[in-house]
């Protein structure tokens, strides 16, 4: 019974992940793909880009921000101190990105974007109530896959990056779609690995 439910919890976690991590891979706000920008159910593709564009090295900072914040409360002691500071910097700069984001919502005549967009683009996670809730197991993947993730999220910001570009280059532009998809495959070994070991 115990591992029935240690199992049922890491398929919900893996699930989770995969889409706060996975963005991208599906339709963003009305059909605007994050990374293909457009698509048949875009309804209004220039004011996405034009959102994406500008807040592009806001969401990077944050990011980043994010990923240091984890690492810290990953670590076998963590600075409560440093933390805190992190949590601070993540929510000031998601304020400004919230700015930016209702000025595009406002350009489309104030519509109501979803909870969950990509012109949202996440949000401030309670890194520390998160992982206190761990499992031994799902703090070890957290911990195995946590360079992986940072390389995906810095390999798909640079993706995103020639994208927006005037002049996308199309052969850099496969070549990190491959590098990501591999990291991706990468990541799911790693996962069925933890899954399997829940099994035992």
Not at 96 to 118: A, N, P, V, W
Request: contains cysteine; proline residues 2%; aromatic residues 12%.
């Amino acid at each position: 019974m115990k591992k029935m439910w240690t199992l049922l919890f890491l398929s919900l976690f893996l699930l989770s992940v995969n889409f706060a991590e996975a963005r991208g891979r599906g339709r963003g706000f009305f059909g605007c793909d994050e990374l293909s920008y457009g698509g048949p159910y875009c309804r209004n593709y220039e004011n996405y880009r034009n959102f994406r564009k500008e807040t592009i090295e806001l969401r990077e900072k944050i990011n980043k921000k994010r990923f240091e914040l984890e690492r810290e409360l990953l670590s076998d002691s963590p600075d409560k101190q440093k933390v805190s500071q992190l949590e601070k910097e993540v929510g000031n700069l998601w304020s400004e990105l919230q700015k930016i984001r209702e000025k595009y919502r406002q350009e489309l005549g104030g519509l109501g974007f979803m909870r969950k967009d990509s012109y949202t683009w996440g949000g401030p996670v309670d890194f520390d109530k998160k992982i206190k809730r761990f499992t031994p197991a799902l703090r070890d993947m957290r911990k195995e896959t946590f360079e992986l993730r940072s390389k995906l999220n810095e390999k798909k910001f640079l993706l995103e990056k020639e994208l927006l570009s005037e002049h996308p280059d199309n052969v850099k532009v496969d070549n990190l779609k491959k590098e990501i998809d591999e990291i991706y495959r990468e990541l799911e070994k790693i996962r069925e690995s933890h899954r399997a070991r829940s099994l035992r």
